[in-house]
């Protein structure tokens, strides 16, 4: 199956600092990547939408400019949460679909957990 | 309402019992359904994809009902291993909606 990679795994920040996290599609290209988050014992919530090349469509209550989301290549997309705060403590996770319609083929990242003191 | 609706559980099961996990979803123009598997601290697998005929795989069978909007996951033969989170997915338009997903815990 593809691979879907994301760094780093674990981090800690503090308050007021912005964390950038990494999702690369390693053996595939990606037109359309997506980014989750989850606290503890929730669903998965869908963040944004990221397709190559264009602007991130936000899901409503995700505020972007907090959020940004860059999707320069067909590979790589990146999420940096800014001026970092406890409540952006979370599970965040990318995937990556490969193909324009096939909801089969979207694969998961492990995931990155955020820690903010 | 939720998009896509779970029962949290827990589901306790002794090995070797058959457990039954349900799933509703709002949307009726929904396209493609999956259940998805998801480890502690770790991220969401595909199990299964869920066709309005039935489809068994191995120990698992999954089951859509198009009309009542309902979607049915059945282990059998439970083993330890099957200990995880089980996520309900919906798609519409290539936008995947989980489920907070039922947990189930196997004890020997």
């Known amino acids: 199956g593809a691979v879907v990679s994301q760094h780093p795994s674990w981090v800690i920040c503090k308050s007021g600092t912005s964390v950038k996290i990494e999702c690369r599609s390693l053996?595939?290209?990606?037109?359309?990547m997506f980014w989750y988050r989850q606290f503890p014992k929730q669903s998965l919530m869908l963040m944004a939408t990221?397709?190559?090349?264009?602007?991130?469509?936000?899901e409503q209550g995700v505020e972007k400019d907090k959020f940004l989301i860059n999707h320069a290549s067909l590979t790589l997309s990146t999420l940096t949460v800014t001026s970092a705060h406890p409540e952006d403590s979370s599970f965040y996770i990318c995937?990556?679909?490969?193909?324009?319609?096939?909801?089969?083929?979207?694969?998961f990242g492990p995931g990155t957990r955020l820690t903010v003191t | 309402r939720k998009e896509v609706e779970q029962d949290p559980g827990p589901f306790n099961v002794p090995e070797g019992a058959t457990v039954a996990f349900n799933c509703t979803y709002s949307?009726?123009?929904?396209?493609?359904f999956f259940w998805y598997r998801q480890d502690c601290r770790k991220e969401p697998k595909l199990l299964m994809s869920?066709?309005?005929s039935g489809n068994e795989d191995g120990r698992f069978t999954a089951q859509l009902n198009r009309a009542s909007q309902y979607i049915s996951l059945l282990i059998r033969d439970s083993k330890l291993s099957d200990s995880a989170t089980y996520l309900c997915?919906?798609?519409?338009?290539?936008?995947?909606?989980f489920g907070a997903g039922t947990r189930l815990t196997v004890k020997p």
């Open positions: 995937s990556a679909r490969r193909g324009s319609h096939s909801a089969y083929e979207q694969y």
């Open positions: 053996d595939f290209q990606a037109t359309t």
């Open positions: 990221s397709n190559e090349g264009s602007k991130a469509t936000y």
């Open positions: 949307n009726s123009a929904s396209q493609s």
């Open positions: 869920v066709y309005s």
């Open positions: 997915v919906v798609n519409n338009n290539n936008d995947m909606r």
